[in-house]
């Protein structure tokens, strides 16, 4: 048997077996599914059997259509042969171009139901007949272009052996959201002149998990989203919308449905920025004392570290390894180092610094760290810290470890890292920790806190001690948390600010500044359009491009055509401005060049490639829209001789555009 829904843009089908039939694009012709395959799997727990698989084509089911709805319902589910008193409801609608799969489990047996794998576009060989033109948009930090998805052997991006999954039989794009390096849960597959949208439109901020899926024997892909419902005997689990729109164009049409769906669902708010954030131009970020203790600067040479920086045009030192512990010990215990001996000094002195930056117009931001606790830390030994601690599947705390090291190899060699465990966002006590720590560094004077890792991987936690029901609701709290913190440092005046670490949009929401991702200018893959076209009214980093001057013209513009701010990390923070002569005085004459054009590249928002051509290859070029509408295009010449180009506007008005050799340009244009 097979039952459709269908309207005039898309049809949509299933059989008896719980198979997708059909995925019709009806405005472009295109049938997507070329062999009917599975659109569900769930994943149950007993004992020792802690992934017994239930497939959708075992099982007996009810179909039923009634006008743009289509139901599968099943009362009870085989495993193994094995019938469980597990009833699964999964509803299917149609309104537009958009189908929304929405699911509904019931169990009243001993095991528990802790995965839900809705793939509702499935068999999916290409959009248009030409798999090697398809590309995924992924939303792995910035985003990331995956080529030819149907003849790529997907498991090279999973960052796992072959050893380690089902790779014999599928292999997968996986990516979890929120955090790790999961910033929003859609994705696009897109090719010829039409792409997929895929998406999960919840509102809980649970951990879900992206996924394609790619059958090894017939090169057919499977899209969807998984959930973690982990639902016990007696329970019942709703689970919130997974989305799919075929639509025209290519990624940057998934990007506005997603953006149409935040701010209808204001899931996503933008959050309103100071003056001074609008119009900054970057850090000098340095590490004062770092992890093994030798110290790069002390207190009193905050003044000349800022001095340099502001000298090539930057606004802004950012100071880690400020605290006392030095950096990636102690932590969280943020509290300045009262030493003048062999230390940075005294706070008496840390508060000079500021004050210095501030009478030459500077600011201030401070380093502390959202995720992790040092069991030696006084927090974990006299504050009651173990209870903060996520705890994993295998009830035990989650390490992250990393050893910084100097001269020396004794440490890190033939050693293992220097152990610190990972807190989890659901935990009071580590909230109130969060404001503490904030609170103490506002009362020295900085102008912000930066929150590291604030955007990692979103574990399931298991602990009971936290104030989430669920493994899987471990981040539910999270982004509201945020916006307390938020709150908390705008109680010192407007002008303070919040900053994180990491790309994860309903995070970013409660940030004047975002610090990303690592950028690579050179990669065709790793493309920082799809959040920045997302949400182009955050402000940015280019994240680690000033580490030296190997490069330097590569790394300036490519941050000035993608409207980033100047993050310095000089020889991995231990550097200052003096080490790197060359980029600093090209870092500033492109400052000097955002800041002649500031209502584009500060006021406007970031338009990428819409608006415009431009007709050289080996110009990269990136448009902008100020808010009166008028478009400007920045663009980055990468051959090393002057060339000219020629833009052209959406109305057919060319532009001629001289540049130089390795430079950058920025030329306004008029689209009516
Ligand atoms: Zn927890």
Redesign the pocket.
Known sequence: MKYYIENSDVKYGVDEFGRNISFMNKISGHEYVSTPSHVWKIILAEGQRSEQPVFAEDQTSKIETDGNTLTIEYNSLIAAGKKLDISLKLTFTLEGSMISVTSFIENKSGLTVTELNITAASGIHSLDGNPSSDRIMWPSNYGKIIESPALSDLSVYSGFRKYERHDFLHTDLDLLYPGGSGSMPWFDLYGGSEGLYVASHGLSHETVCLHVERDIKTSLLSLGVIRYPFTSRGESWMGEPIVYCPHAGDWREGSRIYRRFTDSSEYFKAPELPEWVRNTEGWLRVILKPHHCEINWDYKKIPELYDGAAAAGLDTIYLLGWEKGGFARMWPDFVADDNTKDGLGTEKELREGIEYVHSKGGKVIMFLSYFLIDHKSDFYLKEGGGECT??SIWDEEVPFAETYCGEGTYRKLPNPPMPMYGA????EKWHGKMISIAQYCLDLGCDGVLYDLGGLKPYL???D????KK?NL?CAGKADRFGDLRRVVKSYGDDKIILMEHIVDCFNQHMDIVHGSRMYPDSKSNVPDMYRYTFPELVMTNRELGEDEDKMYDNINFTFIYGLTFDMTIYRCCGSMADVPGYAAYMKKIIDLRKKYAKYLHYGKFIGDDGFTVDKGSVRAKAFRADDGSVGVALWNRRHETVEAVIRSEAGTDYNVELEADGAGFVEISNS
Request: glycine share 6%; hydrophobic share 20%.
């Open positions: 996520i705890k989890c966002p659901g935990s936690c298991f602990s001690k936290h104030d989430h493994p471990a």
